[in-house]
């Protein structure tokens, strides 16, 4: 009984202390390091690389808000998420915040009580299947069995593609990504359907990559962001301001290489407001006047960022496309800096 | 001088409820017990009621609250394995529903398995035969001591590898033969043939299960007779003979009623017939695996709590080994083996929510999985997947322990 009491009083400490989460700001720098939830290991998203150091598109998020925030991008601590626990980590204050290819929705947004910062990846749904099964649209896998990873809007959207075409499917439910692609090339299941960014990500890292194709159909909308908590708007300013950091600054031509140069002013006066040599916009969200050009030289801008991750020149190899700055063609377009 | 020393010993021993002190809460032993228990009673309940209230001004405070109004919208999701009519546009109470169902399913299965397993096991782990007993301690050995998860994954990865994909089958010269032309093992899973019932299928089926009433009832018969005359009527061939003879008369006089479905080829898999999921499978195997070598060791330890004296004196009175464990040992060893095995039961329903791990749709994988992902109602799902495991736990444990009592030693 005695041990009993002393578990209980263990518990309810606990409790109490996360209750007090408000300041998220605070916490994180009293703590020194930023909690961020990531996936469980996507490739060219987040996975950790042979030193087991986290590396990936969602995770220079991560790194750009610790650069801003303490000043250090290393200072980062990586919680690795499933689909079904990544909000119930959020929600408790297990992590600060969540980079994790989670799509915006409006149950998520409105119901779940988060605030979703921005869009740092627009994706669509689609799906991939080995190329000798001589399937070219998505409209021919009537019957078809296909892999999904469970607690995911790709399973809504499935779903829902299948019910509005009038064909039926063998849903096999998979936890994580990794397994999901397990089963798929034991061939356990015909297709596998997730989001076109990550089908790419997985199929790069196929023994042949070649042998699977990936249909033409995108059946929906998937904004990937960064998320917080609702409630504490004053760090959702910050997570929200260093995405928009990143991708003002490739907009604006700062790169990682000539930022030092640029930070001794410019005759760009939004260049001089986001690098901190004029204006006050750093001490407004409760940092200093450079937070925005730490977050750059973490890994660059947005730009950067992408290219070094799941660009081209990888082997991941995704085109811009949406994701282009929109003086470019794309959707990619910040508020600006004033 | 004594009379004081009496009246002290008068009063010490019979006044009691008379001669009751505050004090004696603590110092006495007959009320002791009680004091803590109370004390700890209220504890118990102060840190609850904290903890709650502290959650509900958390989730306040969050902006959040407790609503079971998820329960009637629809789920949006799909269900590979439906035992009830279930669609994307059902709701995540009928999910749910589907989900509780698909649980027992499994521990249903895997309950019988493992205790047929078990016995088996326990029983030739005590063999004379030096092989036998090994292998049994070999397989009770290794399997208790890995976790069961570990057991799931391997069944399910090692069946999802070694068995062909449905395509295989295809074809002029096929990578891949159906077994008897019936059943075809792919690494989805095993399709089999399903009846197709015709006219006059209900009278077949009638007789089918009239003839499995009809032998327990020979056998009782039997054993009754044996009791009561001491006569011995041949078991095996007359139960065989009451199980098959009617039901071929009656399905040739009813002109073939029932045929059978045979799962074919079609599109991307086998269509027609009975699918067993690759993830059912691999679940109710691991569990009733793993389970059954637990079983194993109660059936091993109800045996061994039978004293060798009422083999040798069975033996003595000329009866053949298997019948002397029929007879004599196992009967006996009941009384010692239900108990443990009532919780073995509720290890497997219990276990059963690992079904996730292979994607098998339990109801931890839609209630407490989809459902709760997709509405964010994390509380309110955990709740209901505690009330549900909590009930059927309880329903088992009252259902064994009604047996228990009717085996149990009776003292008169």
């Given at each position: 009984m005695k041990k009993s009491v002393i578990l209980g009083a263990l518990t309810v400490a606990g409790m109490a202390a996360g209750a007090a989460s408000a300041a998220t700001l605070d916490d994180v720098q009293a703590r020194g390091t930023l909690n961020c939830g990531v996936t469980t290991g996507v490739p060219g998203f987040a996975e950790p690389d042979a030193d087991g150091v986290w590396q990936g598109f969602d995770v220079a998020v991560c790194r750009a808000v610790a650069a801003a925030?303490?000043?250090?991008?290393?200072a980062v601590e990586f919680v690795p998420t499933t689909g079904k626990t990544r909000f119930t980590a959020l929600a408790s204050g297990e992590i600060d915040m969540l980079a994790r290819n989670t799509t915006w929705t409006f149950s998520r947004d409105v119901d779940l009580k988060f605030e979703f910062t921005g869009v740092n990846y627009y994706d669509g749904q689609g799906f991939m299947v080995p190329a000798d099964l001589g399937v070219t649209s998505a409209a021919d896998l009537d019957g078809a069995t296909v892999c999904i990873q469970t607690g995911t809007t790709t399973e809504l959207n499935l779903a829902d593609f299948f019910r509005s075409n009038n064909i039926s499917y063998e849903p096999v439910p998979i936890e994580t990504g990794s397994e999901a692609v397990q089963l798929f090339l034991a061939g356990s299941c015909d297709v596998y359907t997730t989001d076109r960014s990550a089908l790419a990500a997985q199929r790069a890292n196929?023994?042949?990559?070649?042998?699977y194709i990936v249909l033409p159909e995108v059946v929906s909308k998937e904004p990937l962001g960064p998320l917080v908590r609702h409630g504490d708007n004053d760090w959702g300013d910050i997570v929200r301001w260093t995405l928009n950091a990143l991708i003002t600054a490739e907009e604006l031509g700062v790169t990682s290489e000539n930022i030092e140069e640029l930070a001794a002013g410019t005759d760009n006066p939004e260049v001089n407001r986001l690098l901190g040599s004029e204006g006050t916009l750093g001490e407004m969200l409760g940092l200093d006047g450079q937070w925005a050009m730490r977050a750059i030289m973490a890994e660059g801008n947005y730009g950067e960022i992408f290219d070094n991750n799941i660009g081209e020149a990888t082997n991941i190899g995704l085109a811009r496309g949406l994701n282009a700055q929109w003086t470019d063609g794309g959707l990619l377009y910040s508020p600006p800096f004033r | 001088m004594s009379t004081i020393s009496e009246e002290r010993l008068d009063s010490g021993h019979g006044g009691a409820p008379s001669g009751f002190k505050l004090g004696m809460l603590l110092n006495d032993t007959r009320y002791r017990s009680y004091t803590f228990q109370f004390i700890a009673l209220v504890l118990l309940i102060l840190s609850i009621s904290y903890l709650v209230s502290n959650l509900i001004a958390n989730l306040e405070e969050a902006g959040l609250n407790i609503s079971w109004a998820f329960l009637a919208e629809p789920a949006g999701y799909d269900i590979n394995q439906r035992p009830i009519e279930y669609d994307s546009q059902s709701t995540h109470a009928r999910a749910s529903i589907v989900g509780a169902i698909n649980t027992l399913i499994v521990a249903f299965l895997a309950c019988v398995t493992a205790t047929i397993l078990g016995v088996v096991a326990g029983v030739l782990r005590l063999s004379n035969n030096w092989i036998v007993a090994r292998l049994m301690s070999v397989y009770v050995e290794a399997f208790r001591n890995v976790p069961v998860l570990i057991w799931i994954l391997i069944i399910f990865l090692a069946m999802s590898n070694a068995f062909p994909q449905p395509r295989a089958f295809r074809g002029e010269a096929p990578d891949a033969e159906m077994w008897l032309g019936l059943f075809a093992f792919t690494n989805r899973g095993v399709y089999a043939p399903s009846f197709i019932n015709g006219a006059g299928s209900t009278i077949f089926w009638i007789v089918c299960v009239l003839s499995i009433v009809g032998v327990f009832a020979y056998r009782r018969y039997a054993k009754k007779l044996l009791y009561d005359t001491g006569r011995l009527l041949p078991m095996g061939w007359p139960s065989l003979a009451i199980l098959i003879v009617p039901p071929v008369l009656a399905f040739f006089l009813l002109g073939s009623p029932v045929s059978l479905e045979t799962p074919e080829l079609r599109g991307f898999n086998f269509q027609g017939g009975v699918h067993l999921r690759l993830s059912l499978i691999a679940l109710w195997f691991a569990l009733a695996i793993y389970t059954g070598a637990f079983i194993a060791e109660n059936v091993r330890a109800g045996i061994m709590a039978i004293s060798k004296g009422q083999t040798e004196a069975a033996g003595a009175l000329g009866l053949r080994p298997g019948r002397i464990m029929n007879l004599v040992i196992l009967p006996q060893a009941l009384r010692v083996i239900i108990p443990p095995l009532i919780s073995q039961y509720l290890n497997i329903t219990k276990n059963s929510s690992l079904a996730i791990a292979v994607g098998y749709m339990d109801i931890t994988g839609t209630l407490g999985g989809i459902t709760l992902n997709q509405t964010g109602r994390a509380i309110e799902a955990i709740l209901l997947l505690m009330l549900f495991y909590l009930l059927v736990s309880l329903a088992i444990s009252a259902i064994m322990n009604v047996y228990n009592n009717s085996v149990k030693l009776k003292e008169r």
């Open positions: 925030v303490l000043g250090d991008p290393t196929f023994p042949t990559p070649s042998d | -």
